[in-house]
Nanobody, 116 residues
Framework: QVQLVESGGGLVQAGGSLRLSCAAS????????MGWYRQAPGKQREWVAG???????NYTDAVKGRFTISRDNAKNAIYLQMSVLKPEDTAVYYC??????????WGQGTQVTVSS
């Protein structure tokens, strides 16, 4: 069983930056490809970025060049560095297994609000 706790969200002006963190419990974390997802008001949750067990990364087109996903297996953590934020990045951000998330692994998420 894995428990995921997201943190680091907040209110930021357009063009600003935030760094999200996801702390994972459990010894199997290092064997999972992980990802960040987000859900904007009135929209379905969407995949944002993924990182393999070995550090290979990929991103949805909307965030390429602005967001960077990373992981630290020693700390059982993944991160999302977000730069040049836009109002359309406003959402609750979650981490989970990628590319197919586990329903029972969803945490509370962390709110990111980008003001124009």
């Amino acid at each position: 069983q894995v428990q995921l706790v997201e943190s680091g969200g907040g209110l930021v002006q357009a063009g600003g930056s935030l760094r999200l963190s996801c702390a994972a419990s459990g010894t199997l974390f290092r064997f999972y490809a992980m990802g960040w997802y987000r859900q904007a008001p009135g929209k379905q949750r969407e995949w944002v970025a993924g990182i393999s067990r070995f550090g290979a990364t990929n991103y949805t087109d909307a965030v390429k060049g602005r967001f960077t996903i990373s992981r630290d297996n020693a700390k059982n953590a993944i991160y999302l560095q977000m730069s040049v934020l836009k109002p359309e990045d406003t959402a609750v951000y979650y981490c989970n297994i990628s590319p197919v998330p586990r329903v029972d692994y969803w945490g509370q998420g962390t709110q990111v609000t980008v003001s124009s």
